[in-house]
């Protein structure tokens, strides 16, 4: 298993769909099951992936979820298929010693307002099908690919702690940095590793701008970030140009190059020989104090040690209009008070629209596991209640929350 520090970066391979049709797949075909069927193609697209310098390998199983079968009428197959894309990863990786890992796609639901979705049976369920047979399959470790909401990121970072693989999440945004949901790279950066994500960066970069994204949330993260290989790495100055960037993205925090949808096999060896030439990387530094960083799925607050909550916010159906109406120069927090479980769903669906951050006071441990784990963000925990702080602690560990 591997929790992505190194001495040198790691440069992350695969296969793409490009590489899929080039080697003969049909346009209407399913990836995953296409290269299921065809172990001697994928060997060989793993083994080109390997000798290019790759020091960790994806099977592609993005397209092999279980809404993405079904859609094809091969859900009958779904086990057979991601068992078969990790097995064929693994034993490509084998003489090379690289761990291999699976990838997973968004869940394509939502939550209300914007949808009907349920966040456990319809999110956190999609996910945990398919880390259990990823993980019964071999896979060393998790890439959620291509992600746009903080809920889905939640959800299956959720269902791989229950497995114990590492997670490495890769949001897709925009050169602002945001996402088609809404989120922010920052949002997902401060929420996913409270929750214990292993690294987090960039699904792909609209050239000097995507870089820009993810330098600027570099000085908050404490994790490994991950950035797209793209052609704007090396620009036009060659290896000077290459090493030069890379010492810069290294420098900031940057451990993982993904490689998997570069189609330059020479710009991946290029790179690839370049990271011995660097200097041992450093352990991560905490970022500055990012432990009372708090974040809702659009905004991230940074408060300090100084949490100043407002008068305690009764739950209701109005709950969206009092948080947007909540205008006090004196206070920095909005605090909730959740008393049942239909309550922590309009918290959850109320969050968004906050101009603060939020706090929430709780008397029930059901019901403030409830409000925490459908909270999508990082939220705070008023200790002023009447449950004991010993009780409260496990919700640090396993959602970032913060209590105060």
Known sequence: MTDFTCSTPLLLGGVNEFQLRYAGMPENASPACWAAQRPSV????????????????????????LHDLAALGLEDQFEAINTSLVEEAKKAAAPYAVPAGASLSPSGSQLPPQGNADFDDDIYQFYR???RVLKRAGAEFIVLDRQCALADMRAAVLACRTTGLPVLALVEADSKGETATGSSLLSCLITLQSMGAAGVGLAAAQAEE?????????PHAAVPLAAPVTEALGGEGGAPALSRQLALLVQQGVRIFDARRCNNPELIRELAQCFPLLPPLSPLEEPDPDCYAVAVEGEVFFLGDNFVYSDPLPC???LADDLIDLEDESINTALVEVED???ALILAEAAPLSRLPIAVRCTSLPVLDAAVRYFQGRL?????CPLEEEELTPFVGKYGAILY
Do not use: W
């Open 42 to 65: 994928l060997h060989t697209l793993f083994e080109n992936a390997l000798q290019a310098g790759a020091t960790l390998l994806c099977a592609p199983t993005d397209s092999a979820g």
């Open 129 to 131: 099908r398919q880390v």
């Open 210 to 218: 995507g870089m820009h994204t993810l330098l600027k949330a570099a």
């Open 316 to 318: 209701t159906s109005h």
């Open 341 to 343: 479980l239909s309550e």
């Open 380 to 384: 705070i925990i008023d200790t002023d």
